[in-house]
């Protein structure tokens, strides 16, 4: 996944979690629900961020955190005397307009302690800057509600309730929004867990399926969804918010605004070099200059390659890319090691190295992704996307 979500949301790095908190009550509250029946659960990362203990009410504390920060995203394990009854993810793709339902236990220090349900609908296919990570929903959310299942009419998971649009924002743009919300999109989530080779659940409404009410979906998602309750926070955070886009606004139009992929290198024509710089005068530089669409910084020589068009982010741990939010929705992205798509390989490419078969699917337009195998320098491009699995020694590009 791209570190997109430094610029469009509030940064969030969990801590390390430890489990010696001698504190007596919860500082942080958030949202987490069942996702195997032998006691893993989801959440968000923000909700366990800091945490020195984390309980899940009703079934003790949990362990062996496993986060994904850069897509808001954790996984703790409970123990339970009896199976717990797993959310099951869906197969079939999101619709815009589609009606929704999120579970969650929102302000739970003020209102009702009980699980809480809200109705709405999917807005957007995507987040901020075209993030295809997140949709768009209406559903309100409040503090408590973060880390909490979306579910669809027939009770299958769509989203995991994560981000909020910030209330500065909107006071600095002028527009007093409403109900802007955003949920991590159940399939980021499901490679996630199968990156930590948890297997999830997943299913399809029957054709012709009537949608359940909501009264019904209550009485069946409920209880697979429990409180998260968070030891050791600092005070004053007394319900694990939704993450918030940046406070301050970009400064440049919004077609020339940047976004920022740490550990990558944006591929274009580079167009001019500066040596000597920092990354924020590189970035200026960008900012400056019409034609620029992207750059590419070496953290290691502070080189600073400004570019005029940019297809693709690639891994480079010496580099930080920035590229033009006008062309988010255009820029492919490898990310995915340890994972693999089966199926749909139509091309084999011998003798190959990473780059060489990340540009052969830029080039090709039957490819919709790639898997990469060091070990035998093999490239296979594919014209269609399998289920994802856990795949070792192997890396997965999607285009």
Same mark, same amino acid.
């Given at each position: 996944?791209?570190s997109v %979500?430094?610029? &469009?949301?509030?940064?969030?790095? !969990?801590?390390?979690l430890?489990?010696n908190?001698?504190?007596?009550?919860?500082? !942080?509250?958030?949202t987490?629900?069942?996702?195997?029946?032998?006691?893993?659960l989801?959440? *968000?990362?923000?909700v366990?961020?800091g945490?020195?203990?984390?309980?899940?009410?009703? $079934?003790?504390?949990?362990?062996d955190?496993?986060?994904d920060?850069?897509?808001?995203?954790?996984?703790?394990?409970?123990?339970s005397? @009896?199976?717990?009854k797993?959310i099951?993810?869906?197969? =079939?793709? #999101?619709?815009?307009?589609?009606?929704l339902?999120a579970?969650?236990?929102?302000?739970?220090t003020?209102?009702?302690?009980?699980?809480?349900?809200? #109705?709405?609908?999917v *807005?957007a296919?995507a987040? &901020? /800057?075209?993030d295809?990570?997140?949709?768009?929903?209406?559903?309100?959310?409040?503090?408590?509600?973060s880390?909490?299942?979306?579910?669809? /009419?027939?009770?299958?998971?769509?989203?995991?309730?994560?981000?909020t649009?910030?209330?500065?924002?909107?006071?600095?743009?002028?527009?007093?929004?409403q109900?802007v919300?955003?949920?991590?999109?159940?399939?980021?989530a499901?490679l996630?867990?199968?990156?930590q080779?948890?297997?999830?659940?997943?299913g399809?409404?029957?054709k012709?399926?009537? !949608?359940?009410? +909501?009264?019904?979906?209550a009485?069946?998602? +409920?209880?697979?969804?429990?409180?998260?309750?968070?030891?050791g926070?600092?005070?004053?955070?007394?319900s694990? $918010?939704?993450s918030e886009?940046?406070? %301050?606004?970009?400064?440049?139009?919004?077609? =020339?605004?940047?976004?920022?992929?740490?550990?990558?290198?944006?591929?274009?024509?580079?167009?001019?070099?500066?040596?000597?710089?920092?990354?924020? @005068?590189?970035q200026?530089?960008?900012?400056?200059?019409?034609?620029?669409?992207?750059?590419?910084?070496?953290? $290691?020589?502070?080189?600073c390659?400004l570019?005029n068009?940019v297809?693709?982010?690639?891994?480079?741990?010496?580099?930080?890319?920035s590229y033009?939010?006008s062309?988010?929705?255009?820029?492919?992205?490898?990310?995915f090691?340890g994972m693999?798509?089966?199926?749909?390989?139509?091309?084999?490419?011998?003798?190959?190295?990473?780059?060489?078969?990340f540009? !052969?699917?830029i080039?090709?337009?039957?490819c919709?992704a790639?898997?990469?195998?060091p070990?035998?320098? @093999?490239?296979?491009?594919?014209?269609s996307?399998? $289920?994802p699995?856990?795949?070792?020694?192997?890396?997965?590009?999607?285009?």
């Amino acid at each position: 996944m791209s570190s997109v %979500s430094r610029v &469009l949301f509030t940064s969030l790095f !969990a801590a390390s979690l430890g489990f010696n908190c001698l504190a007596d009550s919860p500082t !942080a509250s958030g949202t987490g629900f069942a996702v195997t029946a032998d006691g893993w659960l989801l959440t *968000n990362a923000h909700v366990v961020e800091g945490c020195q203990r984390i309980e899940v009410k009703g $079934k003790g504390d949990a362990s062996d955190p496993r986060v994904d920060a850069t897509n808001d995203l954790a996984l703790l394990k409970i123990s339970s005397s @009896e199976p717990l009854k797993p959310i099951v993810f869906r197969r =079939a793709p #999101t619709r815009l307009g589609e009606d929704l339902v999120a579970v969650g236990y929102p302000l739970a220090t003020l209102l009702a302690a009980s699980v809480k349900v809200t #109705t709405g609908n999917v *807005n957007a296919l995507a987040g &901020l /800057r075209n993030d295809t990570r997140y949709i768009q929903i209406s559903t309100p959310i409040q503090p408590g509600n973060s880390g909490g299942p979306v579910i669809d /009419r027939s009770g299958f998971l769509m989203g995991i309730t994560s981000a909020t649009l910030s209330k500065r924002t909107a006071d600095e743009i002028g527009i007093t929004a409403q109900n802007v919300n955003f949920a991590i999109r159940a399939s980021v989530a499901e490679l996630f867990m199968q990156s930590q080779s948890i297997a999830s659940q997943s299913g399809d409404a029957e054709k012709d399926q009537p !949608a359940i009410s +909501t009264a019904d979906l209550a009485d069946k998602i +409920t209880p697979s969804v429990f409180q998260i309750l968070c030891y050791g926070k600092p005070e004053g955070e007394a319900s694990a $918010k939704p993450s918030e886009m940046p406070t %301050s606004l970009p400064t440049a139009p919004a077609s =020339a605004s940047l976004i920022d992929a740490r550990g990558y290198d944006a591929i274009g024509f580079d167009y001019r070099a500066v040596k000597d710089v920092t990354f924020a @005068e590189c970035q200026a530089a960008c900012e400056g200059e019409g034609q620029c669409k992207a750059i590419t910084y070496n953290t $290691k020589y502070g080189v600073c390659f400004l570019k005029n068009n940019v297809v693709a982010l690639i891994r480079n741990g010496d580099a930080i890319a920035s590229y033009s939010s006008s062309r988010a929705a255009d820029v492919m992205m490898s990310d995915f090691t340890g994972m693999d798509l089966p199926g749909g390989d139509y091309k084999r490419l011998r003798d190959s190295n990473y780059l060489q078969c990340f540009t !052969a699917c830029i080039g090709d337009n039957s490819c919709k992704a790639f898997s990469y195998v060091p070990k035998k320098s @093999e490239c296979w491009l594919k014209d269609s996307l399998g $289920k994802p699995r856990t795949a070792k020694g192997v890396e997965l590009g999607v285009k």
